[in-house]
């Protein structure tokens, strides 16, 4: 299939490694409903080491590991060791909730990790509470200065937006990255919960950047090949950066370059539409590399179309966020 003109290449896999969390967010699950894969389900380490070298032949060269929430898998730092030996595969960061972080971050860094995702919406304990459903800001806090004692870097902090909850907090979570090399980024709230609580707490990252204007221009900083869809910013006075995440309002299709594997062994060529490739039914019935790699081409290529527009506009990821990996 015709890949669109100008639009990004595929070389980005999201791994998730678990569907366990630690966490309750609000707006990741319907957590009642939530039911826990059995762990037979769950790609075994090697079955991800092969899939993710399959998938750096098929051109993939990034790979985030991602959850549920990964630190607390079991063996996730010998897999990360081994992840980084993958031939192709240059670029290996991690998504975390930075609870488990202070103690794990030291193990984390030995394995060559150095990009680091660290979610985080508030800088107060009872909002966190009641976001989180559980009072770990401070475990929070250890483990961001942990790793940016240990220099991990780039060390991104995400912080999803939510109208009526954390969204006067955008100045002060901002304001990280002014004594600190971080990038601070802003990413509107997606509607996998319920409609109802999106059309509450959704708020523009128009209106965020316009609360922002006080902190001065923000002056566009150049994009790698492996980036996203983030916009980035320097801020004049910062050590670190401001960027934005706009899945709902902004037009993402152009420069989404990923792929995201569930812990489950589903490949998703995007995160808002429902449709997904079988990898662990195949790879456990014996299919061979050669024809895992056709599948993982399959998803390259519905992205890459004109068929991840009709994919897109369905809005409808047809699963919770902590089963996908967001
Ligand atoms: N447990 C890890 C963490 O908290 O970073 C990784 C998994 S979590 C599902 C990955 C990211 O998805 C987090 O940054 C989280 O804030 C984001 N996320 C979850 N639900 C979302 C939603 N409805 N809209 C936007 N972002 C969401």
Redesign the pocket.
């Known amino acids: 299939m015709e890949k669109e003109p100008g639009a990004s290449k595929t070389n980005y896999l999201r791994i998730?490694v678990t569907d366990r969390?630690n966490?309750r967010?609000r707006?990741?699950?319907y957590w009642r409903d939530w039911r826990k894969l059995p762990s037979v389900e769950i790609l075994r380490y090697e079955e991800l080491l092969r899939l993710a070298a399959i998938a750096a032949e098929m051109g993939i060269s990034k790979v985030r590991i991602?959850?549920?929430?990964?630190l607390v898998r079991r063996g996730l730092v010998e897999f990360l060791g081994k992840l980084h030996h993958v031939p192709g595969i240059n670029k290996v960061c991690l998504?975390?909730?930075g609870v488990l972080l202070r103690e794990l971050a030291p193990a984390l860094y030995d394995t060559g990790l150095r990009h680091l995702?660290?979610?985080l919406?508030t800088l107060r304990r009872e909002r966190y509470r009641q976001i989180t459903g559980r009072d770990n800001l401070a475990e929070v806090l250890a483990g961001l200065e942990r790793a940016a004692s240990l220099g991990f870097h780039p060390l991104k902090i995400?912080c999803?937006v939510l109208k009526g909850i954390n969204d006067e907090e955008v100045l002060d979570l901002a304001m990280l990255a002014q004594d600190h090399p971080y990038q601070v980024r802003f990413?509107?709230?997606?509607?996998?919960?319920s409609q109802e609580w999106?059309q509450r707490h959704f708020q523009p990252l128009s209106e965020v950047r316009r609360r922002l204007t006080v902190l001065g221009p923000l002056m566009p900083s150049t994009r790698e090949a492996t980036a996203g869809p983030a916009r980035n910013f320097r801020v004049p006075g910062f050590r670190g950066e401001l960027g934005f995440i706009s899945?709902m309002s902004g037009h993402h299709c152009r420069t989404c370059n990923r792929l995201r594997l569930t812990a489950d062994g589903k490949l998703r060529p995007c995160l808002l539409a429902a449709s997904e490739l079988d990898l662990k039914g195949p790879m456990r019935l014996g299919l061979g590399d050669d024809l895992l790699g056709y599948l993982f081409q399959e998803a390259v290529e519905l992205k890459a179309g004109k068929a991840r527009f009709s994919l897109v506009h369905s809005h409808q990821p047809g699963r919770s966020?902590?089963s996908?990996?967001?």
């Open positions: 998730s969390c966490l967010c707006y990741c699950t991602t959850g549920g929430e990964p998504t975390t909730n995702n660290i979610s919406d995400n999803v990413i509107e709230l997606m509607p996998t919960v999106w899945p966020m902590v996908i990996g967001g």
